[in-house]
């Protein structure tokens, strides 16, 4: 009888063992791959902003002699606006490459402050922008939760890029600046559709290039045939490549 009452005591210890040990298990936070792709994101975006910000007071320091008393507000706005990034990319895509944001932030954190040192009032334009790229940002993140959705308008988007980059070309609207024939005019509006062109076009090689992906790597110029199915997958990529010199020469 004490052998059956020593082995059910026996039992019910290694049983709580095991309980207490699968709820430590589970109470352990183990990060995982986008937790810590975002938190290295984070880290570098407050990086980047720091050395921003210190670039920025040296270059006021330089101006004036003297340290600022004040920071301006497009200033303050340009640091909180990757924050909004970041966060959005935790939301909508948190296994998005953790570099790419930190990198863009602190180049267009630079480029304020360069623009800042020479004309403070073109500094406070370049921050509206920022925002209004941002915003642009996180719609895109909203409105397209996977890029394979672009695949379909490929050849749509290849259209609109040419089209864009033809535009500076016609004579009623296009614009003549510098020297470059690289603007439109549209009442008070002046701006670069080359920009945009950039974007469709990069799109469009990326999603044909990714479908035909086994057929361009399979090119071979002592295989007819290999060679030419590769030539006649390459011939969209050609052309668009081809026009889009032209326009810009």
């Known amino acids: ?3 059956i009452r020593a082995n059910e005591r026996h039992k019910a210890s290694k049983s709580w063992q095991f309980q207490f040990k699968s709820n430590f298990k589970e109470n352990v936070y183990v990060p995982t791959l986008k937790n810590r792709r975002r938190r290295s994101e984070l880290g570098m975006i407050i990086l980047a902003e720091l050395i921003a910000s210190l670039t920025w007071l040296l270059a006021k320091v330089g101006l004036d002699s003297t340290m600022p008393t004040h920071v301006p507000l497009s200033a303050i706005w340009l640091l909180v606006l990757p924050l909004l990034c970041h966060l959005a990319l935790h939301v909508f895509a948190p296994n998005a490459d953790p570099t ?3 990198i863009i932030s602190f180049l267009n954190a630079f480029g304020y402050v360069l623009i800042q040192r ?3 009032a073109e500094a406070t334009l370049q921050s509206l922008w920022s925002a209004v790229g941002v915003l642009g940002f996180v719609l895109t ?14 050849y749509l988007l290849m259209l609109g890029g040419v089209i864009l980059l033809l535009l500076p070309l016609a004579p009623v609207i296009g614009e003549n600046i510098n020297g470059a024939r690289l603007w439109i ?3 008070q509006l002046s701006f670069q559709p080359v920009e945009a062109a950039k974007i469709m076009l990069a799109i469009f090689f990326a999603s044909y290039m990714t479908e035909k992906r086994e057929v361009l790597s399979d090119f071979s110029p002592f295989h007819i045939r290999k060679a030419s199915g590769a030539l006649r997958a390459g011939g969209p990529i050609l052309v668009a490549w081809a026009i889009s010199l032209l326009i810009m020469t």
Not at 141 to 154: F, H, Q, S
């Open 1 to 3: 009888m004490q052998t």
């Open 100 to 102: 790419a944001l930190p």
């Open 118 to 120: 020479l004309d403070p």
């Open 141 to 154: 993140l909203a409105l397209i939760p996977k890029i394979e959705l672009l695949d379909k308008y490929r």
């Open 185 to 187: 005019h549209l009442g």
